[in-house]
């Protein structure tokens, strides 16, 4: 099984709890999502660590601006998208 499955899974069902209106529940997991991909940004070069910081600072715009919509498709699709190209989940 591919390393990022799990992150790619989880960030599908946080993801679907923003999309329920369950915001509470998936800010708490989006926390716990966030540490194995900064684990391996941290160990990347510093191009990849500043698009990380670019994509991270746009999802917690939407998180401020209360935008759940907004950030289920960032986890969902940019954030995945980058992972995929990346790391080649």
Do not use: H, K
């Amino acid at each position: 099984m591919n390393q990022l499955e799990p992150v790619f899974a989880r960030a599908r069902e946080i993801a679907d709890l923003f999309r329920l209106g369950r915001d509470v529940e998936a800010v708490g997991g989006m926390v716990e999502l966030f540490e194995p991909v900064q684990s391996l940004v941290d160990a990347a070069q510093v191009s990849l660590q500043q698009d990380w910081a670019q994509l991270l600072t746009l999802m917690l715009a939407c998180q401020e601006g209360q935008d759940w919509l907004g950030l289920a498709d960032y986890l969902e699709y940019e954030l995945l998208e980058w992972l995929l190209a990346e790391f080649g989940g």
